[in-house]
């Protein structure tokens, strides 16, 4: 294990806290997952960004991780809380199609997402339709005491737990107007358990329970999968800040109430927060948001927009542009030049102390995670002539391991990414700028400015001079 202490803030105490794992042996992570009913966009994408991050660094702290990502694909609903349709149900009746390949369709595109940001899988994935009969037996445990029917369902009755809603701090007006009304609720901040199928109605996804047909709620997922999967008690439970008001105060709740004790579940409550537009927060419920895909058609690498989250800290916002997204593959082919001009000159390590950046990054990333700082001592390392070769490449492995920008492996053929709308393919644009090379060599001037247009033309811009030895782009 490296030497700085890890500490980490803990949302639940609005402070800075040393991270103590409850198990050395077994340090458990839960993130809530993605709701498979569309792509997600990049503003989800950061929070697993950031989730990859804090798993690869108590990784590479020496502890060994049990990591859960649960996957949504039955009862979030349109709404934060207890109104409007269930996404899922919703996506089938707009699509026309079966809501069952829908769920795996997302669930696919999401792990292609993850592999494409160099985001570890976590140990296990789990999907919220299994765990079903689990989520009836947590609700009939916890009914008698803490919950009540209504036409519509049964629901959790937040006054019969201590300090409910204590994650999310002082009241939120904001939160609360998250929160549609529902005829019947003793508490406004009172939650769905079960929610039975209208009369009438039929949904794709539904389920026998003592409380009627239909369909659980949101929250108790990631309760019963938490417990089944990490236990009662566990290290870390990480989500978006959009969470932290309402969806993690009721699986706190539920946690309460199934223990009939004040323990959470969670030890650290951890929130990444928003990546924002000129326009305000990315939300799918607009119509037009960015996915990871887009952004690739416009010809950035997916770890240009990695490389962009992480030279922000995890708990402040932000701004996506696409200026900001380009000067992160700039850095990003900076740092690949860099590597490959290292592996050309490299022979045997010579053992040559590189302690002093292990030590620096250890310190960064010990300090809740700051990557904005880790990112300068990655490039000092890069830019260190006293330092051989070899011995840059095996400290950059330590900072592979944590930053998981891939830059060991990472080539600059694959930093030449096509957007979606290019004419040309790159063996012609390498035939063309041999034909310039040669025509340059025999001083033809006008042929080799006329290639430079042409492929100009085609959306190729030639890089004469450029610092970094690339000899072409796409124009984006």
């Not at 620096?360 to 260190?384: F, G, N, W």
């Not at 600059?412 to 709308?421: K, S, T």
Request: glycine share 6%; hydrophobic share 40%; charged share 25%.
């Amino acid at each position: 294990m490296t030497s700085t202490p890890l500490v980490l803030y803990n949302s639940l105490t609005r402070r800075l806290e040393p991270f103590r794992p409850i198990d050395p042996a077994n340090v458990r992570v839960y993130s809530c997952g993605p709701t498979v009913y569309h792509y997600a966009h990049i503003g989800n994408l950061r929070a697993y960004v950031f989730t990859d991050t804090l798993s690869r660094v108590l990784t590479w702290k020496g502890w060994p991780l049990t990591h859960v990502i649960n996957i949504t694909d039955v009862g979030h609903l349109t709404s934060d809380a207890d109104a409007g349709d269930d996404k899922m149900e919703a996506a089938a009746r707009r699509s026309g199609q079966d809501i069952w390949a829908i769920a795996r369709h997302y669930t696919d595109a999401f792990t292609r997402n993850l592999d494409d940001l160099n985001i570890r899988r976590p140990t296990h994935m789990p999907l919220a339709t299994d765990h079903v009969a689990q989520m009836i037996e947590w609700g009939v445990a916890i009914a008698e005491r803490h919950c009540y029917l209504l036409p519509d369902g049964l629901y959790f009755d937040t006054s019969t737990v201590p300090d409910y809603g204590r994650l999310a701090g002082a009241a939120d007006d904001a939160a609360q107007a998250r929160i549609d009304a529902v005829a019947g609720k003793r508490q406004p901040q009172d939650f769905a358990i079960w929610r039975t199928t209208p009369p009438g109605e039929t949904r794709q996804m539904e389920w026998d329970s003592p409380w009627g047909r239909g369909a659980p709620g949101w929250h108790l997922e990631c309760s019963v999968m938490s417990r089944k999967y990490l236990g009662a008690a566990f290290d870390i439970h990480t989500g978006g800040i959009d969470h932290r008001e309402i969806h993690h105060p009721n699986e706190i709740a539920q946690n309460q109430a199934y223990c009939e004790c004040e323990d959470t579940g969670a030890t650290f409550w951890i929130h990444n927060n928003f990546l924002v537009d000129r326009t305000g927060k990315m939300s799918k419920s607009s119509g037009e948001f960015l996915t990871l895909q887009r952004l690739v058609d416009r010809g950035f690498h997916p770890l240009a927009y990695r490389l962009m989250c992480l030279q922000a800290q995890y708990r402040s916002e932000l701004e996506f542009s696409w200026d900001n997204l380009a000067a992160a593959q700039v850095r990003l082919k900076r740092m690949v030049h860099a590597v490959t001009a290292l592996k050309a000159r490299a022979e045997a390590p010579t053992g040559k102390d590189a302690s002093a950046y292990r030590a620096e990054l250890d310190a960064a990333l010990s300090d809740d995670l700051a990557t904005p700082r880790a990112l300068p001592v990655l490039d000092a390392l890069l830019a260190d002539k006293k330092l051989p070769p070899a011995d840059r490449l095996a400290a950059l492995a330590d900072f592979d391991a944590v930053l998981g920008l891939d830059l060991l492996t990472l080539s600059r053929e694959a930093l030449r990414v096509r957007p979606a709308d290019a004419t040309i393919d790159e063996e012609a644009i390498a035939a063309r700028l041999a034909d310039r090379r040669e025509a340059r060599a025999a001083k033809d001037f006008a042929r080799s400015d006329a290639i430079r247009d042409e492929l100009a033309a085609a959306g190729v811009e030639v890089m004469d001079g450029d610092p970094l030895g690339w000899d072409w782009k796409l124009a984006i």
